[in-house]
């Protein structure tokens, strides 16, 4: 379940990147200045996408050591 969890957010961000790029290419063929600034106010969606990942994962660790190693669950 973590892998489909991991390829759908993998392949999102991916299609979020190729969407810019190709919104980026638009803007200059129609000669917009598209600066290469900065200006995100919030988290970037790399940060927000690695956030995630470590929770996944994180959680992933805590729920394997508690039920294998120390039989809590």
Request: overall charge positive; hydrophobic content about 55%.
């Amino acid at each position: 379940m973590l892998k489909f969890l991991t390829a759908i957010l993998i392949l999102l961000f991916i299609w979020w990147r190729v969407s810019r790029w190709l919104e980026v290419r638009r803007r200059r063929a129609r000669g917009e200045d598209v600066s290469y600034e900065v200006r995100i106010k919030g988290y970037r969606p790399i940060t927000i996408l690695s956030v995630i990942f470590l929770i996944l994962y994180g959680g992933y660790v805590v729920w394997y050591v508690l039920t294998e190693h120390l039989e809590l669950l």
